[in-house]
T-cell receptor, first 115, second 113 residues
Framework: GENVEQHPSTLSVQEGDSAVIKCTYSDSASNYFPWYKQELGKRPQLIIDIRSNVGEKKDQRIAVTLNKTAKHFSLHITETQPEDSAVYFC??????????????FGKGTKLSVIP | DAGITQSPRHKVTETGTPVTLRCHQTENHRYMYWYRQDPGHGLRLIHYSYGVKDTDKGEVSDGYSVSRSKTEDFLLTLESATSSQTSVYFCAIKRQGTNYGYTFGSGTRLTVV
């Protein structure tokens, strides 16, 4: 199966600074990499994703980069704001045969933005 | 909300009792998943379904069973609950089309005492 490693487990930044979260994956056949944000007591919600045929994708203050050769991908948040404080999860798709798919998640990064 | 509903939202049960959690979707999606979330472990897959009566195990399936007798419902059963199964359980669906992204339910907080 797939294995996804995520670092760091906790991250504190000053408001306005940038935050970077990094993930590595093991299955070279993975071709889809989403990122989820989970606020306290709520469900994880998809914030951005990237497919293996592109190296970078941006959506306002967030961006994701992918290096397929090295099997790692990163989430970049610029101009951080207090409402960015949450737990962020990376994930990688795993095709388990019979046309079925599984997302394997990293263990999460707790981001704290200090006003 | 988002076409996926979990019930109950909270439950306290005693060790050794059976417990069933329900995930209901209204949009006819083929793929449904059960995850558990524990501090330091992230989201771990318990079981998933790729169609009616088509299910398979995830990485932490021991002590759990599932059933999917109709498209809209995916049930997770703890045959004999243990304290190690105290967790937050999330159901997820994979929306149709080329996007593999999941949509999660609101979660069930289960406490086994």
């Amino acid at each position: 199966g797939e294995n996804v490693e995520q670092h760091p487990s906790t991250l504190s930044v000053q408001e306005g600074d940038s935050a970077v979260i990094k993930c590595t994956y093991s299955d070279s056949a993975s071709n889809y990499f989403p990122w989820y944000k989970q606020e306290l007591g709520k469900r994880p919600q998809l914030i951005i994703d990237i497919r293996s045929n592109v190296g970078e994708k941006k959506d306002q203050r967030i961006a994701v980069t992918l290096n397929k050769t090295a099997k790692h991908f990163s989430l970049h948040i610029t101009e951080t704001q207090p409402e960015d404080s949450a737990v962020y999860f990376c994930a990688a798709i795993f095709h388990s045969g019979a046309g079925s798919y599984q997302l394997t998640f990293g263990k999460g990064t707790k981001l704290s933005v200090i006003p | 909300d988002a076409g996926i509903t979990q019930s109950p939202r909270h439950k306290v049960t005693e060790t050794g009792t059976p417990v069933t959690l329900r995930c209901h979707q209204t949009e006819n999606h083929r793929y449904m998943y059960w995850y558990r979330q524990d501090p330091g472990h992230g989201l771990r897959l318990i079981h998933y379904s790729y169609g009616v009566k088509d299910t398979d195990k995830g990485e932490v399936s021991d002590g759990y069973s599932v059933s999917r007798s109709k498209t809209e419902d995916f049930l997770l059963t703890l045959e004999s609950a243990t304290s190690s199964q105290t967790s937050v359980y999330f159901c997820a669906i994979k929306r149709q089309g080329t996007n593999y992204g999941y949509t999660f339910g609101s979660g069930t907080r289960l406490t086994v005492v």
